[in-house]
């Protein structure tokens, strides 16, 4: 193998894919197994370094998950996390047991002291805020380990026995909430295991286009591409990897941006494999017709889109896989699964029933968004596509607020594009985390010239977020604003008002449907 290998040991946490991810933002190769894997085939890996997961468990507990105690005799440094840190100490003879009183138990942001002696800690800050998630406490510390960090309620949130190299913490550097957690994790592998950093996308890039390869042999791949930037990426891979054996199907269904089903056409139609681009704006429109209620809408479009993408794929005949650009945290968010309705997210719809296929593969499902974009520039794609902001499956149909018609349509697509253009050029598109248009089904009077107006109003929509869940609306300079509202009451016929949305979610949600 020409790169250094960690392994994360699973132990059933909720971020162990999180701290993969980490460790590779630190330019290291890592592969995530479950605690279960035999020694001897975790030690063949040659592995630099172990990172132990967090987990569900209390290590005390008779069925809670162990390891081999040889894995401490192979000479590689480990760093333990929560229950990865509690497991160590449990195993090299310290004692852990449950939290006594309420101010052991830590959760949430916890104020943290560092010894900044500590290599784990070296050239950071003395205190910071860490991520707690533990109702256990680390009673007595094994032999050899010394204290390297402290909370309020507790003595002992990191451990550290310099000489062999091992290291815990109860908290989780891997999350956004620590502070200086990617550093640490940085410290570790590069202070404690001596990494080389030798591990890019282009790596990533050739790993996985050779798993693809060996998965699919001389079989045939189907994929939906939405012209988004997963299903986008997920093409170019797959296309890397297995060229005239792939077929893309493109339903443009006639609710993309400006210009967008055009572009999507022109990033791939070069591509060396099979690109099929179905116009079905008419059939959506005509299902779409006189439909008001949001929901209603997304039902519809979904069904639609399963229906256009079957009848392609009967045309196509048997295919071996059905490709799906499904993404880390789409992964996470299936999981949870629990969350009350707000809107029926579709994502490129569910799996079609009447495609003959045996297997999917999922190509990108171990990636997070920022890498796939990577991935994509890796790939070529061009940087429209690759930076491209979420846009919804049903697309503008739920931006047309009420009843839809073409005309509609055609003026929302005009106006948003010159709001994405305005941004754009004001510097704003990399600040902001969505904005688009609304074209709202509120007519009201206005004077153009000398003579009277009835037209509609056009709401823009800009948020500020990290992950979708919540989101705070962006504070467009008025400037900006101005030009923006100037533009779209003189350039497009029909809108002659223009009001910008100023609520967060919650209360609202960032679409208006
Ligand atoms: P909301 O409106 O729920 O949106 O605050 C959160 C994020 O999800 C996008 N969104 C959708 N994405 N299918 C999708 O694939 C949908 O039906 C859908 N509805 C909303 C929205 O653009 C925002 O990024």
């Known amino acids: 193998m020409s790169h250094q290998t960690v392994i994360v040991l699973d132990f059933g946490g909720q971020y162990n894919q999180l701290i993969a991810r980490r ?121 050899g380990f010394t204290l390297a960090a402290r909370s309020k309620a507790c003595p002992n949130v990191a451990i550290a026995d310099v ?20 550093q640490m994790i940085r410290n570790f592998l590069y202070e404690v295991c001596k990494a080389r950093g030798d591990w890019t996308m282009e790596d990533y890039k050739r790993t996985a286009v050779a798993a693809i390869r060996e998965k699919v042999g001389g079989g045939r791949v189907l994929l939906a591409l939405s012209g988004g930037v997963d299903s986008s990426v997920c093409a170019a891979l ?16 006639g609710l993309m941006r400006k210009d967008e089903g055009n572009e999507v056409q022109t990033a791939f139609q070069s591509w060396a494999m099979n690109f099929v681009r179905v116009d079905a704006e008419a059939r959506f429109l005509e299902r779409l017709a006189g439909v008001t209620e949001p929901e209603r809408k997304r039902k519809i479009i979904g069904a639609e889109f399963i229906r256009v993408f079957e009848e392609e794929a009967k045309k196509i005949g048997a295919v071996d896989f059905l490709a799906q650009g499904t993404i880390y945290p ?13 809107k029926s997210h579709h994502n490129v719809g569910g799996l079609p029933d ?28 061009p940087e429209y596509l690759v930076s491209r902001q979420p846009f919804p499956g049903p697309g503008l149909a739920i931006r047309v607020i009420g009843d839809l ?31 688009f248009a609304v074209l709202t089904n509120t007519r009201s009077v206005g004077v153009m010239g000398d003579g009277r107006t009835y037209d509609y109003t056009l709401a823009l929509r800009a948020v500020t977020t ?48």
Not at 238 to 252: I, K, M
Not at 330 to 342: L, M, N, Q, T
């Open 330 to 342: 789409d992964v996470i968010e299936s999981g949870a699964g629990k969350a009350a309705v707000i």
């Open 238 to 253: 797959l296309a890397e990897a297995v060229g005239e054996q792939l077929t893309c199907v493109f339903v443009d269904h």
């Open 354 to 381: 009447h495609v003959d296929f045996k297997e999917i593969i999922e190509p990108l499902r171990l990636l997070f968004k920022d890498e796939v974009r990577q991935l994509g520039r890796e790939l070529g794609l």
């Open 163 to 182: 000489r062999r190299g091992f290291y815990g913490v109860q908290y989780h550097p891997e999350v956004n909430h620590t502070e200086n957690g990617l």
């Open 466 to 513: 990290s992950d979708f869940m919540t989101a705070d609306w962006a504070r467009i300079p008025y400037p900006v604003l101005d030009r923006i509202s100037t533009r779209i009451v003189n350039e497009v016929p029909g809108i002659n008002r223009i009001c910008y949305d100023i609520t967060s979610k919650p209360p609202a949600t960032i679409e208006w449907e």
């Open 23 to 143: 460790v590779r933002e630190c330019g290291v190769y890592c592969e995530v197994r479950p605690y279960t894997t035999p020694l001897a085939e975790l030690k063949a890996m040659e592995p630099i370094g172990f990172l132990f997961t967090g987990g569900p468990n209390s290590v005390y507990l008779e069925d809670a998950p162990h390891v081999d105690p040889a894995i401490f005799e192979l000479g590689v440094p480990v760093l333990g996390i929560c229950y990865g840190c509690q497991l160590m100490a449990h195993t090299l003879g310290g004692r852990v047991t449950a939290a006594q009183d309420d101010a052991a138990r830590e959760y949430g942001k916890t104020e943290t002291f560092y010894d900044t002696a500590c290599p784990l800690f070296k050239g950071l800050p003395e205190s910071g805020v860490s991520w707690m998630s533990h109702g256990d406490y680390m009673e007595r510390v094994p032999e």
């Open 405 to 435: 018609t073409k005309e509609k349509l055609d003026t929302l697509r005009e106006a948003d594009a010159i709001y994405r253009q305005e941004i754009g050029d004001a510097g704003l598109a990399g600040v902001i985390g969505q904005y």
